[in-house]
């Protein structure tokens, strides 16, 4: 149990301490700008690309295990938007969100540091195929089903369009291309480009954590909404089950990208369903607080279930 709080203190503990810095100074959100640029289009772009840029070309062309991924987590947004549709009272705008809160996890702030922490630098490949197909699977969800709601009047021509820069411009994406194609090349940066790299892939996960921490106490929870009765569960335990008995029953593979896919189901609802939900103007205080709640509650979920899988209690294959 030792070595599962060695583990889970500096993940949670920077979250904590991001979120006593915002309590206690006051700033605006908005301040926050720079350092989430930092993040999203240097820092982790920089800790994807040094890894995946090392990695052997055969690993990163591991189709059934990103096939049952995506296939679990749209089989999540798909009954999430399922139940949402019925309680909202056929509302698409409403639904959609709801799916989204229920299957898109923390994978880009929390993944890469958790996944990293806990089982090595082993688990940055399959963080990086799972964040790159996850997104293109959320990234064309959310605006096509949108436009279906009638939430924003766009020609296919303009849709298609937007969901294809949205796909190729996002700075995880070209990182994770870039260093693919570093791998297959053989090429190596040189050494004070690499010593860069290296600095800042480092800074990614505190910093992404405590920015964390830090929006989480600026978006203060004003109520809890009915919807998380069912919505918190299926985000912090349906996925990550149905994710475990689903890569135990599709093949043999590598016991860390389970453990590491498993985890990442587990992780708590991504800010970024809160940014779509205030981009559309739908279900906008209803998401904040699902990605507050399930946040907080993932202390718990996600410290029982590294327990688990460290002490081989949810072995890496069911079926071996």
Not at 56 to 63: D, F, G
Not at 111 to 130: D, N, Q, S, T, W
Not at 149 to 158: I, K, N, T, V, Y
Not at 194 to 221: D, H
Request: net charge neutral; charged share 10%; proline share 6%.
């Amino acid at each position: 149990m030792a070595d599962i709080l060695a583990l889970i203190l500096p993940l949670f503990g920077l979250i904590v301490i991001g979120y006593a810095a915002a309590r206690i100074t006051k700033r605006p959100i908005e301040q926050m700008g720079w350092l989430n640029i930092f993040i999203i289009y240097v820092a982790l772009p920089a800790l994807f690309f040094k890894l995946l840029s090392v990695t052997p070309v055969e690993q990163l062309a591991s189709w059934g295990f990103i096939g049952t991924n995506i296939g679990v987590t749209l089989a999540i947004f798909v009954f999430s938007f399922g139940v949402g549709y019925i309680v909202s009272g056929r509302r698409v705008g409403d639904a959609t969100v709801q799916g989204l809160g229920a299957s898109y996890g923390n994978i880009g702030y929390m993944g890469p540091a958790i996944a990293i922490l806990a089982f090595g630098e082993a688990a940055a490949v399959p963080v990086a195929l799972i964040f790159c197909f996850e997104n293109v699977m959320h990234f064309v969800n959310a605006p096509a089903l949108m436009a279906l709601s009638g939430e924003r009047q766009e020609s296919a021509g303009a849709l298609a369009v937007g969901v294809i820069r949205s796909i190729l411009f996002h700075p995880f994406i070209i990182a994770t291309i870039v260093g693919v194609a570093a791998a297959f090349a053989q090429v190596t940066p040189p050494e004070p480009v690499g010593n860069l790299i290296s600095y800042l892939a480092q800074a990614a996960a505190p910093c992404a954590l405590f920015a964390m921490g830090a929006t989480l106490a600026l978006r203060p929870l004003t109520a809890i909404p009915v919807e998380l009765s069912y919505l918190v569960p299926i985000k912090l335990i349906v996925h990550p089950v149905l994710m475990y008995f689903a890569l135990s029953a599709a093949g043999n593979f590598d016991p860390i990208w389970v453990s590491t896919a498993v985890m990442l189901a587990a992780l708590p609802t991504a800010t970024n369903v809160f940014v779509i939900a205030q981009q559309y103007g739908v279900w906008t205080e209803k998401a904040s607080a699902t990605v507050m709640v399930t946040t907080v509650l993932s202390v718990f979920t996600v410290t029982g279930l590294l327990y688990a899988l460290k002490t081989g209690a949810m072995p890496a294959d069911l079926f071996p």
